[in-house]
């Protein structure tokens, strides 16, 4: 079974800065697109940014210059460098697992960022 896990959430203020990691555990393919997504109340689930296991990544507008993802293939884990936080950052932050051989997404339980202003 895979299981997603995130961690690093928190309050800060605007300007400031975190960390988000996702632990994984279970059989997946190697062949995979990991990514991190986020919910606002009232809003619809968005991408945040996404990073293939063969290497391109793609940032939404929003967030491009101010937010870095990186994965650790060996260590199975994914993270997201936030700097420059925004009060419209403010979401649940999941993280996301697609097997491209199975066609199958995992999804992990989120984590909450809140900017103050």
């Known amino acids: 079974q895979v299981q997603l896990v995130e961690s690093g959430g928190g309050l800060v203020q605007a300007g400031g800065s975190l960390r988000l990691s996702c632990l994984t555990s279970?059989?997946?393919?190697?062949?995979?697109?990991m990514g991190w997504y986020r919910q606002a109340p009232g809003k619809q689930r968005e991408l945040v940014a996404s990073?293939?296991?063969?290497?391109?990544?793609n940032y939404a507008d929003s967030v491009k210059d101010r937010f870095s993802i990186s994965r650790d293939n060996a260590k199975n884990t994914l993270d997201l460098q936030m700097n420059s936080l925004k009060p419209e950052d403010t979401a649940v932050y999941y993280c996301?697992?697609?097997?491209?051989?199975?066609?199958?997404?995992?999804w992990g339980q989120g984590t909450q960022v809140t900017v103050s202003s």
């Open positions: 996301n697992l697609f097997d491209m051989v199975i066609s199958t997404t995992y």
């Open positions: 279970g059989r997946f393919s190697s062949i995979n697109s």
């Open positions: 990073m293939s296991s063969r290497g391109p990544t």
